[in-house]
Structures are given as structure tokens and as C-alpha cells.
């Protein structure tokens, strides 16, 4: 698939865990195709406002697993919140930033369309759908686990939100069931 890249502006990428966001940015930075500091990722910005590295959900006592979430949810928050001056930055400054979270809920989406509207640059959504069947085998096989449960609760999530991207109004929109072949074209100039 042919992916057309704005000269500046936000690229969204939307996918449950395990769908290979990270994975697909990291291949292109190896490419050359991209640059490393055009990626912001949640992870990432959860650790610098935190020091908290991946978290293991699997085998945890409920209680455990509950209170940790709630910790986890705080951080998440200043992570974003950090994460989204950045990239408010950098659209001010007319530069692309690819997103590497989630966004599978409508709020986070909308954010970013507001901030692009607000900047005047273009947002692009790059959609990866996968089979849950997939997603949990390749849970089982990292590190650090996210755990079978959330797994399928975003999958119902994405399932359910799959059907209002399209029409969500981005620039453009490109839903990928796989990662192989794609080709990247980058606009040079801002028209
Ligand atoms: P989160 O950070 O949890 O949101 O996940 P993500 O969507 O960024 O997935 P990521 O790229 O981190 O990949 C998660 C796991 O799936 C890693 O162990 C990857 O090696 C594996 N993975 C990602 N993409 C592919 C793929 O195309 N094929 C295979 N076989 N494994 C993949």
C-alpha cells in the first residue's frame, strides 16, 4: 500500500497493543524513511515523567493489579499531557509527528484533529487492524506482557471504533491488516 505523508502535521497511528505500531515506526526510522525524533510515544513519555518502565500484568493479584492501574492511569495522564505540548510544538514549528499510542477511544482522536485544526496543518490516520487471535499470541511472546484481558478489551474497543475513523474526517485514512509493503511517499513541500 502506497502511504502519502503531508510535509508537516500529525500522523495518528490507531491500533490496540500488539498490533506493531512501535514495530512499523522503528522499521521505517531504520529505513531512513523517517526520523527517529518525529516519533512521540506514549511509552516513552510515561517513563520520562515517571522513571515507570513496561509493567508485567500477567499472574498479579487482583488487588495489586487494581491499585497499580490507578497509578498507571495518573501517569498516563502526564505523560499525555506532556506528549501533546510537544507535538503542539512541532506543528507550530510545521514539522510531521507520527503518534505512537493507541488512540482508540473517539476523546484521543479528537484532540489531535483540534490541535492539527488549531495549527492549520493536515492529520493523517494510519489504521493497523489485526486478529485478536494474533494479537494475543504475539501478548504471550513479549516481554512484557499487557495481559490476555486488556488485550481483548481493546480489541472490542477497535472493533467498535473501526467503523467511525473513516468518517472521523482526516486528512486521509489508511487501514492496513498487515505491515509488509508499504510505500512510503513524503511530501517536500507544504502544498
Ligand atoms: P503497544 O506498545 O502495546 O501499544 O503495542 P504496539 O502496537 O506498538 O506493538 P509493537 O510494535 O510494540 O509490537 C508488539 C509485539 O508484536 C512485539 O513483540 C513485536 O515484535 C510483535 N510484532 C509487531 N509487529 C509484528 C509483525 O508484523 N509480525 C510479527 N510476527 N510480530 C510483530
Redesign the pocket.
Do not use: F, H, V, Y
Given at each position: 500500500m502506497k502511504i502519502v505523508l503531508p510535509y508537516a502535521g500529525i500522523v495518528l497511528l490507531v491500533?490496540?497493543?500488539?498490533?506493531?505500531?512501535?514495530?512499523?515506526l522503528?522499521s521505517m526510522i531504520d529505513n531512513k524513511e523517517i526520523l527517529s525524533s518525529e516519533v512521540v510515544s506514549s511509552?516513552e513519555f510515561r517513563v520520562l515523567v515517571s522513571n515507570i518502565e513496561f509493567i508485567d500484568w500477567r499472574e498479579r493479584p487482583k488487588d495489586e493489579a487494581d491499585c497499580l492501574f490507578d497509578e498507571y492511569q495518573n501517569i498516563s495522564k502526564e505523560a499525555f499531557s506532556m506528549m501533546d505540548s510537544v507535538i503542539e510544538a512541532r506543528c507550530r514549528l510545521n514539522k510531521l509527528t507520527f503518534v505512537?499510542?493507541?488512540h482508540l477511544h473517539p476523546d484521543d482522536r479528537k484532540r489531535y484533529r483540534s490541535l492539527a485544526r488549531k495549527n492549520h496543518v493536515p492529520i493523517v490516520a494510519i489504521v493497523?487492524d489485526i486478529p485478536l487471535d494474533t494479537l494475543i499470541e504475539?501478548?504471550e511472546?513479549?516481554d512484557y506482557s499487557?495481559g490476555k484481558r486488556r488485550i481483548k478489551q481493546q480489541y472490542q474497543v477497535f472493533k467498535r471504533e473501526k467503523r467511525f475513523i473513516k468518517k472521523e474526517g482526516y486528512t486521509s485514512t489508511y487501514l492496513l491488516n498487515?505491515?509488509?509493503n508499504i510505500e512510503l511517499v513524503r511530501r517536500s513541500n507544504p502544498i
Open positions: 491500533g490496540p497493543s500488539n498490533s506493531g505500531k512501535s514495530t512499523l522503528k511509552d505512537d499510542a493507541t493497523l504475539r501478548d511472546q513479549r499487557r498487515e505491515t509488509n
